[in-house]
């Protein structure tokens, strides 16, 4: 009887390495070595919630959002805060965050009470408000980051309901030499819109929960008080069972 196992263990080998490149891009060379593409991805944390509603809405609100501030001393900040915030709204509308969501591009400089007092006067529920705090752009060769903060605002009474902050970056990394085949990662033709677009989808489901009625936890309640002096359970004082009389005898 012969043994297979030296060719069932190659076999194996090509088929995990298939497995491994199925969504990444291969670029063959005859006189060369190959070079594997991998996509780059946003790196991110968990965002930051600053304010958030206690309880879901009676029914799906409606939102205004206008475009988001640039903060940075870069050219053209409101051409690129409109672009960037033009993400976010059609992430969202994917997403269906909201049943309606309406961006006006126009108001680049609109205040707050201006957001409110337009989005009171066209039948909305909320106004979305927001900042560009970072922005570094590094195209297809270097590295690129965003990060941005909002404010969702009731238009009746101003009262804020969700403030969240997000950030993200997106690098190109080393080239990986193997011998047999180079190792590099590939950039999106627009970092920034990628970024953005993953941060937004984050910040995105919480309010997505919340405006539908999915149920919201509850708030961390408060450290319980320390038990009283001479009580079971306090410090210094010994367990019940050694001072406790026994069962039938007197004390």
């Known amino acids: 009887m012969r043994h297979r196992l030296p060719i069932v263990l190659p076999l194996c080998s090509l088929l995990a390495v298939a497995l491994v490149v199925a969504a990444c891009g291969i670029e063959p060379k005859l006189s060369d070595k190959?070079?594997?593409?991998?996509?780059?991805?946003?790196?991110?944390?968990?965002?930051?919630?600053?304010?958030?509603?206690?309880?879901?809405?009676?029914?799906?609100?409606?939102?205004?959002?206008?475009?988001?501030?640039?903060?940075?001393?870069?050219?053209?900040?409101?051409?690129?805060?409109?672009?960037?915030?033009?993400?976010?709204?059609?992430?969202?509308?994917?997403?269906?965050?909201?049943?309606?969501?309406?961006?006006?591009?126009?108001?680049?400089?609109?205040?707050?009470?201006?957001?409110?007092?337009?989005?009171?006067?066209?039948?909305?529920?909320?106004?979305?408000?927001?900042?560009?705090?970072?922005?570094?752009?590094?195209?297809?060769?270097?590295?690129?980051?965003?990060?941005?903060?909002?404010?969702?605002?009731?238009?009746?009474?101003?009262?804020?309901l969700w403030s969240m902050g997000h950030a993200g970056t997106m690098e190109t990394g080393l080239t990986e030499d193997y011998i047999i085949f180079a190792r590099k990662n590939r950039m999106p033709l627009d970092p920034l819109s990628a970024i953005t677009g993953t941060l937004a989808m984050d910040m995105g489901g919480p309010m997505t929960k919340w405006n539908y009625g999915a149920p919201v936890p509850p708030p961390a309640g408060p450290n319980p008080r320390p038990p009283a002096p001479g009580t079971p359970g306090a410090p210094g004082t010994p367990p019940a069972s050694s001072y406790a009389a026994p069962v039938g005898r007197p004390l």
């Open 34 to 160: 190959h070079t594997l593409y991998i996509d780059s991805w946003t790196k991110r944390n968990n965002p930051e919630v600053y304010v958030e509603p206690l309880r879901s809405p009676p029914g799906p609100v409606s939102a205004l959002i206008v475009p988001f501030q640039v903060t940075q001393d870069i050219a053209y900040p409101q051409e690129l805060g409109e672009q960037l915030t033009r993400v976010v709204w059609q992430t969202w509308t994917r997403d269906r965050v909201f049943p309606k969501l309406i961006y006006e591009a126009n108001l680049r400089t609109a205040s707050t009470p201006q957001a409110v007092a337009l989005g009171r006067k066209m039948g909305v529920d909320v106004v979305i408000v927001g900042k560009f705090t970072y922005v570094m752009s590094g195209g297809t060769r270097g590295d690129s980051g965003v990060s941005f903060t909002f404010d969702v605002i009731d238009v009746r009474n101003g009262e804020r």
